[in-house]
């Protein structure tokens, strides 16, 4: 009986042991073909509920966005006059459809591509006018200060804007023109655009003219900031494991000494302490300061560093990319140069007429107007996205173009 004990144990040993090396592959196998099977299955049902697949466009891109995360910058002129097909989004060459897509009646929502411009105070995700999808509460918050940016207003801070252009115009000529020496015009066009984003929002420069390069890496960090942007908002989620990751902060780069400075400045102005402002040249801070006054139950003094913020970043960043482009595209194209020059020069003669004649207050209608920045109301270089509106979206005279 011990005997048969034991060679039968032997055995099931023995079987057991043939079964385990005979799974071992299989599980591997299994382990490793499940989830390429469950991936391919998804990639197909997308595809194949996806009602962008009947445009044309790049074959990767009809599957994932990593096709564009890895293509930031998107053009259709491969495609002209039609829709190219992206995932589960579309890049549209209808100019025409512009003021029927950016409107304010609501139809037309942000996507998820806008939360990753949100930013972090306090270890708190904060919301700005820019980067929130709540229209109630982007309502509430445009509503304190949206009459800081009418005309009258903006006419009201030009001072600023003067004193900058001047003192740009006096580095160009002290420094180069009348030496004859050779110069990065976009480096000083970076370095215009932030001293005058600061001076309009705290009447004070940054110091990057005055300086003569970027002394403190700022510029180059909101340069990195730009392209992580660009890059994560084709993957939005990513962003919650880079920029907004509550363990460890990957990235991007962050522009902490801009952010200071406007903080140390905002806090100087509060405590009666800010030896740049002068009362009767107001500025963007006071105005936003007077909105705490007049709503105090919708702006604290952590809404008003989301507007100094977005404030800094859209009249440096977006408008020194913008005033580039202009110059790059003046210079490559003589014959508009000449013509812009020459508009200008006649309308500055009417204008010093004008003067002459005291009705400086009409004095800009001597100038054709000449507004590079509304020529494509979007960030230059980035891309915006809306969500597509449930009747769809249909192009004057041609019918439905996008489902």
């Not at 025409?96 to 609501?106: A, N, P, R």
Request: one cysteine or more; aromatic letters at 12%; a neutral charge.
């Amino acid at each position: 009986m011990a005997s048969v004990t034991r060679l039968t144990n032997d055995t099931w040993s023995h079987i057991q042991h043939g079964l385990e090396r005979d799974s071992l592959p299989k599980i591997i196998t299994t382990a490793v073909l499940t989830p390429l099977a469950t991936l391919l299955l998804w990639f197909t049902i997308s595809w194949y509920l996806n009602p962008l697949r009947k445009y044309p466009g790049p074959f990767l891109a009809g599957f994932t966005n990593l096709w564009r995360f890895t293509h930031c910058f998107i053009f259709a002129h491969d495609y002209a006059d039609t829709i190219k097909k992206l995932h589960d989004k579309y890049d549209l060459d209808y100019p025409e459809l512009l003021k029927t897509i950016y409107t304010t009646d609501g139809k037309w929502l942000k996507t998820e591509m806008y939360d990753n411009n949100s930013t972090i105070m306090n270890g708190q995700q904060v919301w700005t006018i820019f980067s929130t999808r709540d229209q109630v509460y982007h309502a509430r918050i445009k509503r304190p200060v949206v009459k800081y940016f009418t005309l009258g207003s903006v006419l009201a801070i030009e001072p600023h804007m003067n004193i900058e252009i001047a003192d740009f115009i006096k580095h160009i000529d002290t420094r180069f023109a009348l030496n004859n020496k050779k110069f990065n015009l976009v480096d000083w066009i970076n370095y215009f655009a932030w001293d005058q984003a600061s001076s309009l929002t705290f009447s004070k420069r940054y110091g990057y003219m005055d300086a003569g390069h970027d002394f403190d890496s700022t510029l180059l960090i909101a340069e990195k900031t730009f392209h992580y942007f660009q890059a994560v908002s084709q993957i939005p989620w990513l962003d919650s494991f880079l920029d907004k990751n509550p363990i460890v902060r990957i990235g991007p780069p962050n522009l902490q000494n801009a952010f200071r400075i406007t903080a140390e400045a905002y806090a100087a102005r509060i405590a009666g302490k800010d030896q740049n402002y002068d009362p009767s040249q107001p500025d963007y801070m006071q105005q936003f300061i007077e909105s705490k006054q007049t709503h105090p139950e919708l702006v604290d003094d952590k809404i008003i560093m989301t507007y100094l913020i977005v404030n800094i970043l859209a009249a440096a960043d977006t408008t020194g990319i913008t005033l580039q482009a202009i110059f790059y595209y003046l210079m490559r194209h003589p014959n508009a140069q000449k013509r812009c020059f020459k508009t200008n020069s006649i309308g500055f003669v009417n204008l010093k007429l004008q003067k002459e004649r005291g009705k400086e207050q009409n004095s800009s209608r001597s100038l054709q107007p000449l507004e590079g920045r509304e020529l494509w109301p979007l960030a230059p270089g980035g891309s915006s996205e809306i969500q597509l509106a449930t009747a769809g979206l249909r192009k004057p005279g041609h019918g439905q173009c996008a489902p």
